[in-house]
């Protein structure tokens, strides 16, 4: 009598699927470029991208020059909605690896976008654009502002334009909520654990790290258990 083995489902692949991609292109991209290999092929993006790396610098260095505060507002407009690069779900798991991993969020974000259309390359394009413009630009602010910082125009102007980013960022959470409702686990357990989320930073000031392993790691666990559970054992024909 032969062993039953459990063999996964469609359904279980088709929604274990989306979670692993965003996790294996930013590992691949971290190998080809540690390789200092430009040859790896990138991931197939489900829309049209950018034509080339040109594209994908002066895309992200608009993107850069716009975040005053913090750019994640707006690359999420950029990509998702005004260029249409990726879809809000795509978006979303890219966002959620680029949190995990070590450095700059919004760097890795924009390197895993980089490395979706056109591979290594097209990830060292993204980040230059995200940092040659803004560098100069910052040098020059830098020296403006080391002579009118003690002008009080200039303090409540940089004031109010912080308070509209942290809108901004706010903005764009509740957009990219509407995709909470596609996730494995129930929604108001989605919602939940985003509640917990929110309140540890915002009140309890937990640090990021803490957050992502506590929080994160419940997240994590629920819906791996959730895509296990769509398994279902098929009967294999008994050995002679």
Same mark, same amino acid.
């Given at each position: 009598?032969?062993? =039953?083995?459990?063999?996964?489902?469609?359904?279980?692949?088709?929604?274990?699927?989306?979670?692993?991609?965003?996790?294996?292109?930013?590992?691949?991209?971290?190998?080809?470029?540690?390789?200092?290999?430009?040859?790896?092929?990138?991931?197939?993006?489900?829309?049209?991208?950018?034509?080339?790396?040109?594209?994908?610098?002066?895309?992200?260095?608009? =993107?850069?020059?716009?975040?005053?505060?913090?750019?994640?507002?707006? =690359?999420?407009?950029?990509?998702?909605?005004?260029?249409?690069?990726?879809?809000?779900?795509?978006?979303?798991? +890219?966002?959620?690896?680029?949190?995990?991993?070590?450095?700059?969020?919004?760097?890795?974000?924009?390197?895993? =976008?980089?490395?979706?259309?056109?591979?290594?390359?097209?990830?060292?394009?993204?980040?230059?654009?995200?940092?040659?413009?803004?560098?100069?630009?910052?040098?020059?602010?830098?020296?403006?502002?080391?002579?009118?910082? +003690?002008?009080?125009?200039?303090?409540?102007?940089?004031?109010?334009?912080?308070?509209?980013?942290?809108?901004?960022?706010?903005?764009?959470?509740?957009?990219?909520?509407?995709?909470?409702?596609?996730?494995?686990?129930?929604?108001?357990?989605?919602?939940?654990?985003?509640?917990?989320?929110?309140?540890?930073?915002?009140?309890?000031?937990?640090?990021?790290?803490?957050?992502?392993?506590?929080?994160?790691?419940?997240?994590?666990?629920?819906?791996?258990?959730?895509?296990?559970?769509?398994?279902?054992?098929?009967?294999?024909?008994?050995?002679?």
């Amino acid at each position: 009598m032969g062993a =039953i083995v459990p063999q996964p489902t469609a359904e279980f692949l088709a929604l274990q699927a989306p979670y692993t991609a965003a996790t294996q292109q930013f590992c691949e991209l971290w190998l080809s470029i540690g390789c200092m290999s430009l040859l790896s092929p990138p991931l197939l993006p489900s829309v049209p991208g950018p034509r080339n790396a040109w594209s994908l610098f002066w895309a992200f260095s608009s =993107i850069a020059l716009q975040g005053f505060g913090g750019v994640m507002a707006i =690359i999420q407009r950029e990509v998702v909605q005004r260029r249409q690069w990726l879809s809000a779900e795509e978006f979303m798991q +890219d966002w959620a690896v680029a949190q995990v991993m070590p450095g700059s969020n919004v760097v890795n974000l924009s390197m895993m =976008i980089g490395q979706r259309f056109l591979g290594a390359r097209g990830a060292m394009a993204a980040v230059a654009g995200m940092f040659l413009l803004p560098m100069l630009l910052m040098l020059a602010a830098g020296s403006a502002y080391a002579y009118w910082a +003690d002008n009080a125009i200039v303090s409540g102007a940089l004031h109010g334009v912080a308070a509209v980013a942290a809108g901004m960022v706010l903005g764009s959470g509740c957009k990219l909520a509407h995709t909470l409702p596609t996730h494995p686990l129930p929604l108001w357990l989605c919602v939940g654990l985003a509640a917990l989320g929110f309140v540890l930073m915002a009140w309890l000031q937990w640090p990021l790290l803490a957050v992502l392993l506590s929080v994160g790691s419940v997240g994590y666990a629920l819906t791996w258990l959730k895509l296990s559970s769509h398994k279902a054992p098929s009967s294999n024909a008994p050995e002679e």
